[in-house]
């Protein structure tokens, strides 16, 4: 084995009073079943952003360290692309802690390295020439928390070859492909000789494989390391252009986008315009405030939400309008709305002080989008900028939700409800009288790293505000461990599982392992010792 650059100066630095334990393994190309040589290799305490150490191995990707007891994050793959210690599959982006100390076995570690892939293409117009600037959108469908979602990962110019590439992607997430464009003339006035309907001449967008339909698109699941090609042509259609007009707050800067329906729930995007308005309002004789016209061009037929953000003096604004497209020009007026805003604080039991900051977040029911602010000193917390919609609150820090107040919104069913332009002022219960469960996960005596535990509710019991945000995974540490802190009292039921993108949340996808989750009740200030074995997936 080739030695490690300075290894012993740099364990000796590290902390030269402390006692040391050794943390060796190999790295591991999980797509060959072969040692990645060369490959980089990182050591990071928990919540730390500077390496303890790091090191290049050799042509046998092995390592090997002297590290101080404690929870270290490991990194580690090539210059270019990197993942960290734990990823049973490759689309498992959770990761392991490294658990180093007294009793700790970290002599024998091996890091499954997944090589990233690429999708990489051509897009050729009506004629088979290459379509350049043809815009290519890339939307990713994984699991996370055992819920599945889609959401768009980036977009894509082709050059003037029609050729575009998506490189450095996980392999083993599901993968959808969407183009959309115009002609290289459409966009160069009525020159000499064309006439205005190819000047506004638009393609049908086209989704993978040959889908006119976002509906009937198929996923693109590639492999470790492997590169996907995937063409497109295009085919011209009826267009139209789509005029918004609406009256701009002075100094707005924001932008204008054309959403048409995409895939898997997701929106695609059609156009983008930038908005800036002069820094005074224009107003008319008759003291009306005349409209700004945005135009959107050459858009084929379809149904369409144009939706326009920014801001103006501090104040953000976020309005929408749908629009039909039939082969017309299409017009649309737009009142700019203000976005909501929560402004709140939080109450605890009578004598109980926080003993650390407490943290309030908030989640969109439909989007499942995440938000979070720390509270101020004084128990007061704000969202400023807050869509109207529904929306779970919940905490970490220690606590849990017990209840609800609002004024200005609505709480129904556990969701605060936020209308738009409204400030809304919320009150959250909280309660610090929580239960920790914890344990191993082993098979044969030996603990497992990887493995998924999942920590759910009893079917049918009542659960109080926020405690929906507890059910959920938790992916064991290299000594098998996993932690469960802040529980809120009451009967669940727990299970390790070997399959990380398992979508637990689904109710028909969970129910074969019913029969093998084990019922366990959390008691306030109480602790509870689990050692399971990991289930395989049922037959």
Known sequence: M???FGLLAITAALCPAADLYPVAGTIINAAANTPL?????????????????????????????QLPAGSFLMLAGTRQSWESYGSRTPANA?????????????????????PPSVITGRVLDEAGEPAPQ???????????NGRRSASVLGWRRTGDLGEYRFDR??????????????????????????????????????????????????????????????????????????????????GLQGTATLYSDGIAGTSGVQQVLQVSAPAYRQINPDGSVPFTTLSFRSVPPGHYTLRLTGIAAGQGYDSSVLVLVNGSD?????????????????????????????????????????????????????????QAGHFTIFTGSGYFVTGLDAAGGAIKDG?????????AHVTVSLSSETGIVRGIVAEGGRPLEGATVVLMGVAGQTLEFGSEDHDTGYQTESDGSFVFGAVPPGKYRIIAIENPDLEYRTPQVLAPYLPAMREIEVKAHAAIDLQLPMIAAPH
């Open 415 to 423: 969701l605060l409800q936020i209308p738009d332009e409204t400030t």
């Open 2 to 4: 080739r030695r490690l």
């Open 169 to 250: 992607l996980a392999a083993g997430v599901s993968y959808y492909l969407a183009v959309t464009g115009e002609p290289w003339y459409a966009s160069r006035g009525l020159a000499v000789g064309a006439t205005e309907s190819e000047t506004q001449a638009a393609y049908r967008p086209v989704y993978y494989p040959d889908a006119d339909d976002p509906a009937k698109a198929a996923p693109i699941t590639p492999t470790p390391g492997e590169e996907v090609h995937a063409d497109f042509r295009l085919t011209l259609t009826s267009n139209a252009t789509v005029n918004l007009h609406y009256s701009p707050p002075p």
């Open 134 to 144: 043809a815009l290519v959108q890339l939307i990713g469908s994984t699991v996370r």
């Open 37 to 65: 040589p060369h490959a980089w290799v990182r050591f990071l305490r928990q919540g730390a952003s500077r390496d303890v150490v790091k090191a290049v191995t050799g042509t046998d990707g092995r390592f090997a360290f």
């Open 94 to 114: 959770l990761g392991s802690a490294v658990i180093v100390g007294p009793g700790k076995d970290t002599s024998a570690i091996v890091f499954r390295f997944f």
């Open 330 to 386: 299409v017009s649309a007026e737009m009142d700019l709305k203000h976005v909501s805003r929560i402004e709140g604080n939080f109450q605890l039991p009578p004598g109980v002080v926080p003993k650390a900051p407490v943290t309030i977040a908030i989640r969109g029911a439909i989007s499942g989008a995440v938000a979070s602010v720390r509270v101020h000193d004084d128990g007061t917390f704000v969202f400023p900028n807050v």
